[in-house]
């Protein structure tokens, strides 16, 4: 929500009610996003091109209302009209495509299709009331404070009990002492963000919710707790080992046994299903919801015994990836397809490979 106040300081012109999570490679001066726009996680927009010793920044249109999805790239010069949509990293069309179409792909095609979503009240989803405003305003506050307030606690509290423990017994023991605090610190926070998801959230089921709703907030809340605190502290150093998984079980993860797990792209917890040993590749993203019409909308996803997602992979809820198969890196894989067992998978969208 304060997201698109900073990119406007930096020259952007941002239209009324753009909601922005976070952008790569901007190029602020030459972006306009219209109003009630929506540019999900990771987007990349009109990023400087540098070819043969020649910089060029070229102007980037976003229209009013129109959605851009998880990691999708737009090049300087493209032009969205209203109502747009472009896919998870999809790639936007080179020409300026009619106003109410859906593109997915690298390259990107028209989505003939796309499913509509439930009937909400503008006030839940583009005309929201002051008090909604107001209430959403202050839920994030929370979301940018605790996990700072937990970092500072964090190192506050293991100074503070260092420094008294260095001056009463020896430096070695000190060390010992100060890193088992350290770990007991991080171990302990972790535990209050697994018990914030289960108060405020409980467990995720399929459903679809408007943007101004207090789930989402909510469900927001958690994930920049686990983001900022718990995934840097704790799960980073532990991706590729065999206890990769348990902060997603204490989640509400279903993991089976002996997975590798090399990523922390897991949002609605309870919603992803792995079975035993397959492979989930570094930055591999299990996406358990989609944002579309300000509705947030997650399902069920399911990776089969075995099977294998590749390096900054896409997996879309609904889908599921059968016993042994591979869906190779840099691949997105459409909501609600059905991977056959032992099949090899690969591009934007995902399409069999025979070797």
Not at 183 to 196: E, H, N, P, R
Not at 315 to 344: F, H
């Amino acid at each position: 929500m304060y997201t698109p106040y900073w990119i406007r300081l930096l020259g952007a012109k941002i239209g009324r009610r753009a909601e922005i999570s976070t952008l790569n490679h901007i190029s602020a001066d030459h972006l306009t996003v219209g109003a009630g726009a929506f540019l999900a996680d990771s987007v990349s927009v009109g990023a400087p091109r540098v070819q043969r010793g020649v910089v060029t920044v070229q102007p980037t249109v976003i229209g009013d209302r129109t959605f851009i999805g998880n990691s999708a790239v737009l090049a300087g010069g493209i032009v969205l009209g209203t109502n747009n949509l472009i896919g998870a990293l999809s790639a936007a069309p080179l020409h300026t495509p009619p106003d109410g179409t859906s593109w997915v792909g690298s390259p990107s095609f028209l989505l003939p299709n796309r499913p509509v979503s439930a009937a909400f009240a503008a006030e839940l989803t583009f005309a929201p009331p002051a008090r909604l405003v107001w209430a959403r305003g202050a839920m994030e506050v929370f979301k940018i404070i605790l996990p700072f307030t937990f970092t500072f606690l964090t190192f506050a509290i293991l100074y503070h009990y260092t420094k008294w423990h260095l001056l009463n017994y020896p430096f070695w023991s000190s060390v010992g002492v100060g890193t088992g605090a350290l770990l007991g610190l991080i171990f302990g926070f972790s535990i209050l963000t697994a018990l914030f998801k289960w108060v405020l959230i409980g467990r995720y089921k399929p459903s679809e919710k408007p943007l101004w709703s207090s789930f989402v907030w909510r469900n927001e809340l958690v994930n920049s707790l686990c983001e900022s605190y718990v995934y840097p502290f704790w799960v980073t150093p532990l991706l590729g080992t065999p206890f990769a998984t348990w902060f997603f079980q204490l989640m509400g993860s279903h993991f089976g046994h002996s997975v590798y797990l090399d990523t922390t792209e897991i949002t609605e917890f309870d919603l992803a299903w792995v079975a035993d040993h397959a492979v989930l590749n570094n930055g591999a993203t299990i996406q358990t919801h989609l944002f579309e019409d300000r509705i947030m909308k997650m399902s069920d996803l399911r990776i089969g015994r075995g099977a294998t997602v590749g390096t900054s992979s896409v997996v879309l809820y609904d889908s599921v990836i059968g016993p042994g198969a591979t869906l190779k890196s840099l691949c997105l894989l459409m909501k609600g397809e059905k991977l056959p067992a032992e099949t090899r998978w690969q591009g934007i969208p995902s399409a069999f490979i025979s070797t």
